[in-house]
Structures are given as structure tokens and as C-alpha cells.
């Protein structure tokens, strides 16, 4: 560990009550995409009170803090802040029990379920740790909350309104995501690390007609049915064993009972792929499949491909993520690891790309270590390790903490640090 980071790290023990309290707070009232206006104040605050240059209202509710201490790199460090419609299961003391009004006014619960309340709160303390030791370090630090990211739009939102013009360009990007790992745990990945995803949404028409006329209809269901069946040969039989890629129809609507052919039927999909040309592929053969079937089906109308959200890959750059993986290695030992691709997705590396600016983005563990070991003493992980977006995801408070700060920090100090 560089003398800097022993440094700045040396007041982590004084801040943590504070940011533990900070922590449950957040969790306690998460908001969904684009409405994160308490989070964001908290962020805002948190930011001005340690000195540095606020920007708020950036993409909807985005928060800009830089701090600049002298002539060096700019290093950002982002952090996502939005909940999800989720129920809360966790039994906790602070769980959530927030609701708002969804669509059509239909109240729905909200929660941290992916957490990003670990995201928010370990940026703030690295931000006031940073700002706490300015004799350790030279160059500026900028600390971004981003609005949405579950939606896929928020980085979008945040670069649509002017972030390259209202940061100083970075010479980096920095970020991480809480994951169900043992808590303490770092791990960093050069190259693909998250998939790209597409959600799309298929409308099929068809000729209504009674269920006893068939032959006055052109029945969509069927059609429905199989392009459903001809799309799960896109990966088994398009796609290379070897490289990666999931096509899920997750959802199917059509009628309204059991004797009306309706005259539509919706699916929705989504496919995870780690490579451009995977994704355009896969794209390219839905829409071959999905037309083809309608046409064999004598559909009235060509059907319409929609896509609902699209995520980008996350592929980590090779220069800052060995020099991120060097000084976790120095600063976490054995707890630093390299850690296996996910097919999660993110639109995090829209930021750095805006920019021009190269990125690293790694994994922190959030799982109680024992019940973690128990678990995979017994090969039941998958079944006893709640995961993100589950109802019952609950990052131990610490070390989780402790070291989503730490890993901030010390990623920082391996640009900054003097």
C-alpha cells in the first residue's frame, strides 16, 4: 500500500458511524430512476460540506461533485443511485417499506435490491476522505452520481445534458457494484466483464375470429407459439459453443378468453451477448425468424420489433485495470481476486465514452463471509446466497462498507496519489 493511501484511509475509522447511519438511511427510503431527489441531496450535501464543486439536476437528478487540489490527473469515480419496484424481504430493522404510484396509479413497492445504497454511500465517504487529506494527494477528483441506471437511460440522460461540459474531462473512470461475493472481497477483470442487453418487444398481428371458426381466422397465438419455439435455435445453433450469449422470451400476451382468436399477440425478450458481433448476430436473426414465421402464417400486417431498452458491454480497459488490480493486490492481499465474467449489464460505460477517457469497473462482495463459506462448504450457494434483485438481497453492513470505501479510495491514489 502506497504511503497515500495510508494516509487518507487512515480516517476511515472515525467516519464509519457516520456512514453506516448514512447507509441505512438509504436504504430505508430508496427512490426508482429519475425520481432519486432525496438521494441526490444527500449526495449534493455530503459533497458541499467537504468542499467540493457541486453541480446538481444533471440528466433529471444527477450530482456532480470536483474537488481540484493542484496539477495532476482527474479521476472520476461514479456511483449509481436507483431502487427497484421490488417488495422488501429481508427482515431487517431498516428494510423498506416505501411505495409510489406506478403506472395508472398502481401503488408499488420499492427497494435497494441491486445495491446501489452501498454504490452512494461508499462514494461519499471516499469523497470525504479524499477531501480530509489533501496533502496526500494532487490532481482532481470528481465524484458523479448517475440517476436510472436500472433503466438503461441515465447515463444517457446525465451526457444528453452537457456532463462533458460541466466535468473536467477525466483521465479515467472509475466504478464498482456490490455482487454476492463474501463481503470484503475485491475482484477486477480485464476485457469483457458485463453483456450487453436487449429487451425487445414483438407485436404479432393476426385475424380475429369465434374459437369454433377457424378457418375466418389468422391465429396469432400460433404464430406467437412458433416463433418462440425457431428463436431458442438462435443460440443452440447460430452462436459458437464457445462464445456466450442468452436469448430469454420472458414474456407473452395475447386473447382475452378461451373460444376469441385474438387479432394480436405481444413477446417480449431479452439476449445477453459480450461482443458486437454476437449482439448484431442475434439482432439480425430474431428479425429474420420473426418475419419469416409471420409470413408462413399468412399475417395480415408485418409484424412490429420494438426494442423496449438496450444496455451496452462493459469491456474494461487493459492499462487502469492492471494498475486498479496492483494496488488492490497491495492494499487487500488475498482478499483481491480476479473476478469471472457476469451476464449482468450496465450502462456505466457510456460516461467514459462520452469522454474519451478509458475506464475500469470491478466487483465488491456483500454476503456475510460465513454464511458464505457454509454455503459453499455444502454446494448450495445458488440456492442459499440471495442475489441481486432478489427480494431478500442485504449487504452486510460491514466490512461491505469498509470496503467498497477502501476500494474507491485506493483506486483513486493509484492516479492521484503522491
Not at 482532481?140 to 436510472?148: D, K, N, R
Not at 395480415?300 to 487502469?320: K, Q
Amino acid at each position: 500500500m502506497t504511503h497515500s493511501a495510508r494516509t487518507v484511509l487512515a480516517g476511515l475509522a472515525t467516519i464509519r458511524p457516520e456512514v453506516e447511519h448514512l447507509y441505512r438511511d438509504l436504504h430505508r427510503h430508496p427512490e426508482l430512476g429519475l425520481r432519486e431527489h432525496r438521494t441526490a441531496k444527500k449526495a449534493a450535501d455530503a459533497l458541499r460540506d467537504c468542499g467540493y464543486d457541486v453541480t446538481e439536476g444533471v440528466g433529471g437528478t444527477g450530482v456532480i461533485g470536483v474537488l481540484g487540489n493542484g496539477d495532476g490527473p482527474v479521476v472520476m469515480a461514479r456511483a449509481d443511485m436507483d431502487a427497484l419496484p421490488v417488495r422488501e424481504e429481508t427482515g431487517l430493522p431498516y428494510a423498506s417499506t416505501v411505495t409510489v404510484s406506478g403506472e395508472e396509479g398502481v401503488e408499488q413497492p420499492v427497494m435497494h435490491a441491486c445495491g446501489h445504497d452501498v454504490h452512494v454511500t461508499s462514494l461519499i465517504g471516499c469523497a470525504r476522505l479524499m477531501a480530509g487529506e489533501l496533502d496526500a494527494w494532487r490532481g482532481t477528483f470528481v465524484a458523479l452520481f448517475q440517476p436510472s441506471e436500472e433503466g438503461g437511460n441515465g447515463a444517457r440522460a446525465m451526457i444528453d445534458d452537457g456532463l462533458t461540459s460541466k466535468s473536467p474531462r477525466p483521465d479515467v473512470v472509475l466504478a464498482q457494484h456490490v455482487l454476492p461475493y463474501p463481503a470484503g472481497y475485491v475482484g477486477t477483470r480485464t476485457g469483457s466483464f458485463l453483456s450487453a442487453a436487449d429487451s425487445l418487444r414483438i407485436t404479432v398481428h393476426g385475424r380475429g375470429a369465434h374459437g369454433s371458426m377457424p378457418q375466418a381466422a389468422v391465429d396469432p397465438v400460433v404464430a406467437a407459439a412458433m416463433i418462440v419455439v425457431r428463436l431458442q435455435t438462435v443460440v443452440s445453433r447460430e452462436v459458437a459453443a464457445a462464445t456466450p450469449a442468452v436469448l430469454t422470451v420472458g414474456s407473452i400476451h395475447a386473447g382475452s378468453g378461451p373460444n376469441v382468436i385474438p387479432d394480436r399477440a405481444v413477446i417480449e425478450l431479452n439476449i445477453r451477448t459480450y461482443d458486437d458481433a454476437t449482439r448484431t448476430h442475434v439482432l439480425e436473426a430474431i428479425e429474420r425468424i420473426v418475419r419469416a414465421e409471420c409470413e408462413a402464417s399468412r399475417c395480415p400486417r408485418p409484424p412490429e420489433i420494438e426494442r423496449i431498452s438496450s444496455f451496452p458491454p462493459t469491456v474494461n480497459d487493459e492499462e487502469p485495470t492492471r494498475r486498479v488490480a496492483d494496488a488492490f493486490g497491495a492494499y487487500f492481499g488475498d482478499d483481491a481476486h480476479t473476478v469471472e465474467r457476469q451476464a449482468a449489464s450496465e450502462d456505466m460505460s457510456e460516461i467514459p465514452r462520452a469522454f474519451g477517457a478509458p475506464f475500469t469497473y470491478w466487483a465488491i462482495g456483500g454476503t456475510d463471509p460465513r454464511r458464505y463459506a457454509e454455503a459453499a462448504r455444502n454446494g448450495t450457494v445458488s440456492q442459499d446466497i440471495p442475489v441481486n434483485h432478489s427480494a431478500a438481497f442485504a449487504p452486510v453492513v460491514q466490512p461491505t462498507l469498509n470496503t467498497g470505501i477502501s476500494a474507491l479510495t485506493v483506486a483513486a491514489l493509484a492516479w492521484l496519489g503522491r
